[in-house]
């Protein structure tokens, strides 16, 4: 069936180290992944896409990596910053236009 | 930038009363969709919404839930009767042609005493 987990519930980070945010799908179906941000009080924010024939893409400060063999995915921000602090989800979608699956979240928390 | 945006930020009902949860997409956008929060727990789908008319929906989108575009820019969630387990962040999204992802408003918090 379809879903979509995370590996760890919590990421504490020092400021200015890397982050990786790991994620696992199980839907070999799955042809379109998205990360998103999420902020106390404030609905989900879309931080970067990839869609499945890909194996990597590269925004401002974050790079995701699709590893379609073992059903991986994976978010990296470089230089992490207090404004990172957030819960991030990794979702799939089946199709274009599909309703997302959403994992649980990881909280990623930045240490002074 | 546009943004989806969501009204009221916060409702809080009795039990076995009826709600609407207003939203308003981005003006291009064609998909529609609402998702909910329970506390601490992941956003899960309630149901898809294009061209007037459902595409899909959730086991959790019982006949105690609808939605409705009625104009060209308001979209709509009702709840009819509702239930303590109702509780919970409501969050409306919209989405334009493509593989463009969806775009979520801040939502709406539902507390059903």
């Known amino acids: 069936g379809e879903s979509v987990g995370l590996h760890l519930p919590t990421l504490s980070v020092q400021e200015g180290d890397n982050s990786i945010i790991n994620c696992a799908y199980s839907n070999s179906a799955s042809d379109y992944f998205i990360w998103y941000k999420q902020e106390s009080g404030k609905g989900p924010q879309f931080i970067i896409d990839i869609r499945s024939n890909m194996d990597k893409r590269q925004g401002q400060r974050v790079t995701v990596l699709l590893n379609k063999t073992v059903k991986h995915l994976s978010l990296q921000i470089a230089a992490t910053q207090p404004g990172d602090s957030a819960v991030y989800f990794c979702?799939?979608?089946?199709?274009?236009?599909?309703?997302?699956?959403f994992g649980k979240g990881t909280r990623l928390h930045i240490l002074p | 930038e546009p943004e989806v945006t969501q009204t009221p930020s916060h409702q809080v009902t009795q039990m076995g009363q009826e709600v609407i949860l207003r939203c308003v997409p981005i003006?291009?956008?064609?998909?529609f969709y609402w998702y909910r929060q329970i506390l601490g727990q992941k956003v899960e789908f309630l149901v898809s919404f294009y061209n007037n008319e459902i595409s899909e929906k959730s086991e959790i989108f019982d006949d105690q839930f609808s939605v409705e575009r009625p104009d060209g820019s308001n979209f709509t969630l009702k709840i009819r009767s509702t239930k303590l387990e109702d509780s919970a962040m409501y969050f409306c999204?919209?989405?334009?042609?493509?593989?463009?992802?969806?775009?979520f408003g801040d939502g709406t918090r539902l507390s059903i005493l």
């Open positions: 003006s291009n956008h064609l998909y």
């Open positions: 979702a799939d979608q089946v199709d274009r236009d599909d309703k997302i699956i």
């Open positions: 999204a919209s989405e334009p042609d493509g593989y463009q992802p969806q775009h």
